[in-house]
């Protein structure tokens, strides 16, 4: 059982780029979810899903593209990189349904850190 | 919008002893879950603790408890008997309870406190 794989673990970009990190799930989960962490900031929700075909705005959504085709994958576009984003991405999922759907706990994958010069 | 305030950016305690981590957060919801994670320097998110707004009992994990009080929005982690292996990221974590009937799972993080155990 994998859980939540992210690649790549770790990219140096130039201004003006783009690139797709990549997030896979095994577990079936119906919510996927990528945050970013910077210093000082704790991690901020980008974009989150729960379902395939079924995307929405995070707090801080602005540079990303994500689409939902499969329930294993939620791949983050960077279309133009710009070093504000600068960061550690987080992809994370969970279940949504259960008889205690509140107390499900999200499953980080280990993060990319992505360095845009 | 919810918040969540780690008014401690470091902390450091002995190796043995126990240490407190505060965590406040704002909030207009009754319902509602609460979470603590824990980020070694291996970057991983691991969960430490969780809460249920709607249970008085304040949960235990082992050496890890919390202290819970719903009127004061306050969520502190205890940590007791530390050991080196407890030092990390700690981050403070809130989920409503409406966002989850709308599926939604988005978890709010606080800014974090660094750990620091000396041995």
């Known amino acids: 059982n994998a859980g939540v794989t992210q690649t790549p673990k770790f990219q140096v970009l130039k201004t003006g780029q783009s690139m797709t990190l990549q997030c896979a799930q095994d577990?079936?989960?119906?919510?996927m979810s990528w945050y970013r962490q910077d210093p000082g900031m704790g991690l901020r929700l980008i974009h989150y899903?729960?379902?395939?075909?079924?995307?929405d705005q995070g707090e801080v959504p602005n540079g990303y593209n994500v689409s939902r085709s499969t329930t294993e994958d939620f791949p983050l576009r960077l279309l133009s990189a710009a070093p504000s984003q600068t960061s550690v991405y987080f992809c994370?999922?969970?279940?949504?349904?259960?008889?205690?759907?509140?107390?499900?706990?999200?499953?980080f994958g280990a993060g990319s850190r992505l360095t845009v010069l | 919008a919810q918040t969540v305030t780690q008014s401690q950016p470091e902390m450091s305690v002995q190796e043995a002893e126990t240490v407190t981590l505060s965590c406040t957060y704002d909030?207009?919801?009754?319902?509602?879950?609460l979470f603590w994670y824990k980020q070694p320097p291996s970057r991983q998110m691991i969960l430490v603790i969780r809460q249920e707004a709607y249970k008085q009992q304040n949960a235990t994990e082992n050496r890890f408890s919390v202290n819970f009080q719903k009127a004061a929005k306050s969520f502190s982690l205890k940590i007791s008997d530390s050991q080196l292996g407890d030092a990390a990221m700690y981050f403070c974590?809130?989920?409503?309870?409406?966002?989850?009937?709308?599926?939604?799972?988005?978890?709010?993080f606080g800014k974090g406190t660094k750990l620091t155990v000396n041995p």
């Open positions: 974590a809130y989920r409503s309870a409406i966002d989850l009937q709308g599926g939604s799972e988005k978890l709010v």
């Open positions: 994370a999922s969970s279940y949504i349904r259960g008889i205690q759907a509140g107390a499900n706990v999200l499953t």
């Open positions: 899903s729960v379902g395939a075909g079924i995307t």
């Open positions: 909030t207009s919801e009754s319902d509602y879950y």
């Open positions: 577990m079936n989960h119906e919510y």
